[in-house]
C-alpha cells in the first residue's frame, strides 16, 4: 500500500471533526442551553473558509511555510497548520459557550481557516505524488474518513458533551485531532521532497482561467451533483415532517453516513476500473435520480413512516459518495502539477458553490410545492441533466481513462 495513504486517511480525519462540530454538536449544545435560533444561523459562517478557500489556495502552492521541520513545501503547511489547530481548539475551554459566544465563534472560524487551508495542502500532496488509480483510492479514503470524522467530531463530541459537560468536549475535541494528525507527524521524514513544487510566485487563479475549457469545467463541477443534493439536503427536514425525532435523524444519519461511506471507499475505485470511468459515474448519477423519483412518487401514494425516507437516504448518500470519488479523481488528474493546491481547490469549491445552490433551490420549492414534488422534480432534473453530462465529461476522455489505466 502507498505510504501516502494512511497519511492521507488521518489528515482527512481530522479536518471532518471540526466540521461536524461546527455543523451538528455545537447547535445541539447551545441550543440546550438556551440560545435562540437567531444566533444559532450565525453559526453557518464557520464554513465559509471552505467554500472561500480557492482565493488563498495560490499562496499555499507558491509559498514556503513558516514550519517545515524537514519535510516538503506542501507537507509543510500541513504541520504548520497542525500545530496551530490543536492549541487553537484547547483554547475553547477558556470559552463559555454561551456567554463568550462571540469568542466561541472567533476560535471556531480560525479552526475552520486552519483546516480549510490544511485540505489545500493535503490535496495537492495527494495530486503530486500520486497518479491514476492512486487518485481513485486517495479519493475513497477523503470520501470514507473525512464522513467518519463529521460523524466523530459531530455525534461523537455531543456524547462527550451528555456525559462530561463542556471540558470534556473540549478534550474529546483535542484527542480526535491528535489522533488525525498523528500519521503525518510519525512519518514525516518520507515526505522531505514532492513532485511538482512551483517556482514561487507561479501559481495563480488567472493562471487556471486561462486554460483552454476551464470555465466550462467550473460549470461542469457546478452542475454534476445539482439533483443529487436536491434531494439529499431535504431528507432530514422530511424525517422532522414526518415525525421522527431529533435523536433519531442523528443516530441513523451517523450510521448510514459512516456505514456507506466505508462501503463507497471500498467499492468505488473498483468499479471505476472494472466499469469504466464514464460507465461508472453515470450509473452513480441515474440511479441517484431514479431514488428521489422513488422517494417523491411513495410521498404521493403513501408517505407514512420514516423507514423509506430513511432508506433512500442511505442510498442518496452512497450514490453522492460513489460519484464523487470518481470526479475528485478526476480533478486531480486535471490539476496542473505546478499548481496542484489551486486548480483541485477551485474545482472543489465550484462543486461546493452547485450543492449551496441545489439546497437553496430544494428548499425553494419545497416550501411551494410540498416535499414530494421536490423530490419528483429532483429525480427529473437529474435524468434531464444527463444527455449534457454524458458529452461534457466524455470530452475528458483522456484524463479519465488515466484514472483506470495508469497504477500509482
Not at 140 to 159: C, I, K, P
Not at 320 to 340: D, I, K, W
Request: hydrophobic share 55%.
Amino acid at each position: 500500500m502507498n505510504r501516502l495513504l494512511p497519511v492521507l486517511a488521518g489528515l482527512y480525519f481530522a479536518q471532518g471533526v471540526p466540521v461536524g462540530f461546527s455543523l451538528v454538536a455545537l447547535p445541539a449544545i447551545l441550543y440546550g442551553a438556551g440560545v435562540g435560533l437567531g444566533q444559532l444561523g450565525m453559526l453557518g459562517v464557520l464554513i465559509m473558509p471552505w467554500a472561500l478557500k480557492f482565493l488563498w489556495a495560490p499562496q499555499i502552492d507558491n509559498r514556503t511555510p513558516p514550519v517545515r521541520l524537514g519535510a516538503g513545501r506542501r507537507a509543510g503547511w500541513v504541520l504548520t497548520c497542525q500545530l496551530a489547530a490543536v492549541p487553537a481548539a484547547a483554547l475553547l475551554l477558556a470559552v463559555d459557550p454561551v456567554r463568550d459566544f462571540t469568542w466561541l465563534l472567533a476560535v471556531l472560524f480560525v479552526l475552520n481557516i486552519l483546516f480549510a487551508t490544511q485540505d489545500i495542502a493535503t490535496d495537492a500532496l495527494a495530486v503530486t505524488r500520486l497518479a491514476g488509480r492512486g487518485w481513485l483510492s486517495a479519493n475513497a479514503v477523503q470520501g470514507g474518513a473525512f464522513s467518519v470524522g463529521l460523524v466523530a467530531g459531530g455525534s461523537g463530541t455531543l456524547l462527550a458533551y451528555a456525559l462530561l459537560g463542556w471540558p470534556g468536549t473540549v478534550a474529546c475535541l483535542v484527542l480526535l485531532l491528535v489522533a488525525g494528525l498523528a500519521p503525518l507527524w510519525l512519518s514525516r521524514a518520507h515526505f522531505s521532497t514532492e513532485q511538482g513544487e512551483p517556482a514561487a510566485g507561479r501559481a495563480s487563479i488567472r493562471r487556471f482561467l486561462r486554460r483552454k475549457g476551464s470555465w466550462g469545467l467550473l460549470a461542469l463541477s457546478a452542475a454534476y451533483k445539482l439533483p443529487l443534493m436536491m434531494g439529499y439536503g431535504l431528507v432530514s427536514s422530511l424525517l422532522v415532517h414526518q415525525g421522527a425525532s431529533y435523536t433519531t435523524i442523528s443516530v441513523t444519519a451517523a450510521t448510514a453516513v459512516t456505514a456507506v461511506s466505508v462501503a463507497g471507499a471500498v467499492v468505488a475505485p473498483r468499479l471505476t476500473v472494472k466499469l469504466g470511468f464514464h460507465r461508472y459515474l453515470f450509473t452513480a448519477l441515474a440511479l441517484s435520480a431514479v431514488v428521489w423519483l422513488g422517494l417523491g412518487a411513495w410521498l404521493l401514494l403513501a408517505g407514512d413512516g420514516i423507514v423509506v425516507p430513511i432508506v433512500a437516504q442511505a442510498l442518496g448518500y452512497l450514490f453522492v459518495t460513489s460519484a464523487a470519488v470518481t470526479v475528485y479523481a478526476l480533478f486531480m488528474a486535471l490539476s496542473n502539477q505546478g499548481q496542484a493546491g489551486t486548480d483541485y481547490t477551485l474545482l472543489y469549491c465550484a462543486e461546493a458553490f452547485g450543492n449551496a445552490a441545489a439546497g437553496g433551490l430544494a428548499g425553494a420549492i419545497a416550501g411551494a410545492l410540498g416535499f414530494a414534488p421536490t423530490f419528483m422534480i429532483a429525480g427529473a432534473l437529474g435524468l434531464l441533466l444527463l444527455p449534457v453530462l454524458v458529452p461534457a465529461f466524455r470530452r475528458l476522455r483522456g484524463p479519465a481513462e488515466e484514472l483506470t489505466t495508469v497504477t500509482a
